[in-house]
């Protein structure tokens, strides 16, 4: 499992895919989550505007990544 950092929580869902170059774009990221892709703690979540905390782990693809704040 991979860590993801970021400055302050909560973070949308779509952005921390963005910023973390899992996809192409924020219209992309949009994309996958609204298809079911993505997993938050366990369970799909299709909602592009989810809050992210710390602790929080996102599934995407073959890979987990653990949130944590700086």
Not at 16 to 30: D, P, R
Request: hydrophobic letters at 40%; proline letters at 1%.
């Amino acid at each position: 499992m991979k860590n993801i950092e970021i400055s302050q929580a909560p973070v949308e869902l779509y952005k921390i895919l963005k910023f973390e170059n899992l996809v192409g774009s924020g219209g992309e990221a949009k994309h996958v989550i609204a298809q079911g892709l993505v997993t938050v703690n366990g369970a799909v979540e299709t909602r592009k505007s989810k809050k992210i905390s710390a602790g929080d782990v996102i599934g995407f693809g073959e890979e987990n990544f653990r949130v944590q704040v700086k």
